[in-house]
Structure formats: structure tokens, C-alpha cells
């Protein structure tokens, strides 16, 4: 109960760092660092209910297959298209294909039968320079296209996780 407890804590945190807001009095917005560090915890943390979940129920049917999660990823897309700090990483890009990679790519490894095809992650993002900070924008776009889409806080949190372990695939500065 104290993990759980503990993992909310630091999901809140980082959620709320996400989302811009105004800090009041001399308080200061965590770094970078620190956000990621918070999420790293998280995810060590809710590592076992994320594993029980998974072995009762795959994320992939907790999503709600592959149109909704399709559906995800083009909003996801969409919301990268609009972000100030991000949206840079996506000229040239067919949206619709890069959604369509994306759920191709979360349903197989939520537990789904669709296969992906694509580039590896590194292939697929050493060319854009993505920093942590980039990381984690493009990981505020996931969590409010989830929440958008009303999926409760345990399939965010699997998603956000999931993202955290491939981090090192995607960012190189």
C-alpha cells in the first residue's frame, strides 16, 4: 500500500510538471532531471501491479484493441503537431502513417496481433535530436490524448512506463 501510495505521489508530481502552470510563491518547477527520475521511480514501483494487470487482462484489451488505440495514436500525433516544443520533429511526416506505425507498434506490444513493420526506435528517432525535455513534452501529448479519450489512470500509467524503457532508444543528447 506504501508503494502505491508512493507512486501516485510522484505520477501526480509529474503530471502536474507536465502540465504548464503557474508556481506559486518561491517554489520552483522540478528540473528535467528530476521529472525523469520521478517517472523512473514511478515505474520501478508499480513494476508488480503493471505485471498482475498485465497477466489478468493484456494492456492491448485494456486499450480497447486495435481502433482505439489507433484512434490514440492519432490524437497523440495530432497533439505533437500543435506542441511549440515538438511539433518541429514532425514536418515532412504523413500523420496518418506515422499514427498508424505507432498503433502498430503498441498493439503488438500490448499483447495484440498486429505486427510492426517499421524502423527500429533508434533508427526511427536519431535524427531528430530529441533531448529529455522533448521526451518528456511529447509524454505530456500521450497523457492528455489518454485522458481525452477516458482511460483510467492505470493503462496511462502502462503506457507512460512503456515509453520510459524505451527512452534510451529514442533520445541521444
Known amino acids: 500500500m506504501k ?14 510538471a507536465l502540465v504548464p502552470t503557474v508556481m506559486a510563491g518561491d517554489k520552483k518547477a522540478p528540473t528535467t ?6 517517472l523512473q521511480t514511478m515505474c520501478e514501483e508499480t513494476a508488480p501491479a503493471r505485471s498482475e494487470r498485465q497477466e489478468a487482462d493484456s494492456l492491448y484489451n ?6 482505439k488505440i489507433l484512434k490514440m495514436t492519432q490524437t497523440i500525433v495530432a ?5 511549440d516544443e515538438i511539433k518541429h520533429t514532425l514536418k515532412g511526416v504523413d500523420h496518418d502513417m506515422l499514427a498508424k506505425h505507432v498503433a502498430d507498434f503498441m498493439a503488438a506490444g500490448t499483447g495484440g496481433t498486429a505486427e510492426y513493420t517499421g524502423r527500429t526506435m533508434p533508427a526511427a528517432h536519431a535524427h531528430l535530436e530529441l533531448t529529455d525535455a ?7 501529448d500521450v497523457v492528455k490524448s489518454m ?12 503506457v507512460i512506463c512503456i515509453l520510459v524503457s524505451l527512452k534510451d532508444q529514442v533520445v541521444f543528447k
Open 147 to 158: 485522458k481525452s479519450m477516458d482511460y483510467g489512470q492505470n493503462e496511462i500509467n502502462e
Open 134 to 140: 522533448d521526451f518528456l513534452s511529447a509524454g505530456g
Open 79 to 83: 497533439n505533437h503537431a500543435v506542441n
Open 3 to 16: 508503494n502505491r501510495i508512493s507512486a501516485l505521489l510522484v505520477l501526480t508530481v509529474f503530471l502536474m
Open 33 to 38: 532531471a528530476e521529472k525523469m527520475s520521478g
Open 62 to 67: 485494456r486499450l480497447g484493441g486495435y481502433d
